[in-house]
């Protein structure tokens, strides 16, 4: 059964591909290439809290192309700059793991999630300021945590690029807050690092404190770019697909090992630029110049690094 979309989706993949020695696919059978495509989409049903589809890379780059554009324009804006999560993927013939197509329950209210009750309490009372104060879509109840750092994410397992597909796509992210989460805020004494805040010990238990957090520099729906450039942990999710894909399964994302990020960037066309932070950045002895810092390539990833480093 052919989709009005097929044609479409093909001459803009063989576009973006053109030129790279990764090959999407070749002219002719685009139809059938991505039918292939939305098959596995709808091994997914409006009911899933909980799947992986196995993506071979090629599938991949067609569902971010096609149903992940406002988050490619967002890591386009910043520089090429990629978002990350820690992931347990799918194993191909031989051990390494392929992409997948995933819907993963948002965990971040969950005690086992940082291992702390604090932490979830904290969530929970974030989650509810944003909704009612801040109209965020966006919460820890309804998103995942992603972040521009593939070391930071993988502590939570393997370090995915992370495309949310479907529409539309929605985030929240603190500008004075580089970390959603500080164990030094459960501390009796309170603190916390420098970059994330200090803040007396369970703060958030005073509504008017927990909204003066916010108040300051909570950010919805916008400056995506400057929080992917600037290294914050964003909470973000997706709406349903669109067609041709199977409609009625929101906060789909489609996650590619790290190991593929230069395949990944030749299929997108997104190559990763030297970018400033705008941030302030600190160490522990206090503050450290802007000037000082950039973002170069890590081993394939990129990260904050000394300027001449």
């Known amino acids: 059964m052919a989709t009005p979309a097929c044609p479409q989706l093909h001459r803009r993949a063989i576009l973006v591909a053109a030129g790279s020695a990764f090959v999407l696919a ?3 059978p685009a139809c059938a290439a991505d039918q292939a495509v939305i098959g596995k989409v709808a091994r997914l049903t409006s009911s899933t809290s909980e799947a992986s589809v196995p993506l071979t890379l090629q599938e991949a780059v067609r569902l971010i192309l096609s149903q992940g554009q406002p988050i490619l324009n967002g890591v386009k804006e910043a520089g090429g700059q990629f978002l990350y999560r820690g992931e347990t993927l799918p194993a191909e013939r031989g051990g390494a793991s392929s992409a997948a197509l995933r819907v993963q329950p948002p965990d ?3 005690t086992s999630t940082y291992g702390s009750k604090a932490a979830a309490e904290y969530f929970a009372a974030l989650d509810a300021m944003l909704e009612k104060e801040f109209a965020a879509e966006a919460r820890p109840s309804t998103a995942h945590i992603v972040v521009a750092n593939a070391q930071a994410a993988a502590e939570w397992g393997e370090a995915c690029s992370i495309w949310p597909v479907g529409s ?4 929240t992210w603190l500008e004075h ?3 959603l989460w500080d164990k030094g805020w459960e501390q009796p004494d309170g603190g916390g690092s420098l970059l994330n805040g200090n803040r007396g010990a369970f703060f ?3 509504e008017g404190a927990l909204h003066e957090y916010l108040e300051a520099g909570v950010i919805v729906d916008k400056g995506l770019a400057e929080a992917i450039r600037s290294g914050h942990e964003i ?3 997706s709406g349903p697909l669109q067609p041709p894909y199977k409609r009625g399964v929101a906060n789909a994302y489609v996650a590619v090992p790290a190991r593929l990020d230069d395949a990944l960037r030749d ?3 997104v190559p990763l630029q030297q970018r400033s932070n705008p941030r302030e950045l600190f160490n522990d002895s206090g503050r450290v110049g ?3 810092w950039s973002y170069r390539p890590q081993g394939g990833t990129a990260g904050l690094v000394k300027a001449g480093k």
């Open 26 to 28: 070749q002219a002719g």
């Open 108 to 110: 971040l209210l969950d």
């Open 168 to 171: 539309p796509l929605e985030w």
């Open 177 to 179: 807050t580089f970390e």
């Open 204 to 206: 958030w238990r005073e």
């Open 235 to 237: 909470l973000i999710q």
């Open 267 to 269: 299929a997108l066309g």
């Open 290 to 292: 802007v000037e000082a």
